[in-house]
């Protein structure tokens, strides 16, 4: 089991940025697909970004051009970079790996 550990959230005014890290345990990282995922209390989880071994993204149509998902193997590392934060991005966000393992939750607040 890998175990993920995320931080780098908090407290943003709208238009302002935060990144997300995800750091996880093992050597299993590099050949996995890792996954961004957020919830707001009352609804359902969803899929905000994905990053494959090879690099390839996937992003939530709303977060498109404002997210950018990386990926550092030789850290273990998964990072959500986030700009032109609107309130609607306030959420519980998750790190996942394959949907399989996942993190605690960072906290991201968007307001005034």
């Known amino acids: 089991q890998v175990q993920l550990v995320e931080s780098g959230g908090g407290l943003v005014q709208p238009g302002g940025s935060l990144k997300l890290s995800c750091a996880a345990s093992?050597?299993?990282?590099?050949?996995?697909?890792m996954r961004w995922y957020r919830q707001v209390p009352g609804k359902q989880r969803e899929l905000v970004a994905e990053?494959?071994?090879?690099?390839?993204?996937y992003y939530l149509q709303s977060v498109k051009g404002r997210f950018i998902t990386a990926r550092d193997n030789a850290k273990n590392t998964m990072y959500l970079q986030m700009n032109s934060l609107q309130a609607e991005d306030t959420a519980v966000y998750y790190c996942?790996?394959?949907?399989?393992?996942w993190g605690q939750g960072t906290q991201v607040t968007v307001a005034s």
């Open positions: 990053i494959t071994p090879g690099g390839t993204t």
């Open positions: 996942s790996r394959n949907g399989d393992d």
């Open positions: 093992g050597n299993i990282f590099r050949v996995s697909t």
